[in-house]
């Protein structure tokens, strides 16, 4: 499963750790994923989606219905 949010397309970034003697290694940044399940009233059932911590407090803000209506307009399956 990917490290990819529905709503925002946050995914890994990646870069390098630079050490003291100035040695680079790879490494990577994954986005804060979680999966969050709302109830969406005008449907009667619950809707399971994979958010970042930002998509989530955008959730909250705008409601669920808005952020499906966004979701589908891009062509997202939910």
């Known amino acids: 499963?990917?490290?990819?949010?529905?709503l925002t397309g946050r995914e890994p970034r990646f870069g390098k750790t630079v050490s003291?003697?100035?040695?680079?290694?790879?490494?990577?940044?994954?986005?804060?994923?979680?999966?969050?399940?709302y109830?969406?009233?005008?449907e009667g059932r619950y809707v399971r989606l994979r958010?970042?911590?930002?998509a989530i407090k955008t959730v909250d803000r705008d409601g669920i219905e808005a952020v499906l209506a966004r979701l589908r307009a891009q062509g997202v399956r939910v």
């Open 20 to 37: 003291h003697s100035h040695r680079r290694t790879s490494r990577r940044w994954d986005p804060n994923v979680q999966t969050r399940r």
């Open 51 to 54: 958010l970042s911590v930002k």
């Open 1 to 6: 499963m990917s490290r990819r949010c529905q």
């Open 39 to 42: 109830w969406v009233p005008a």
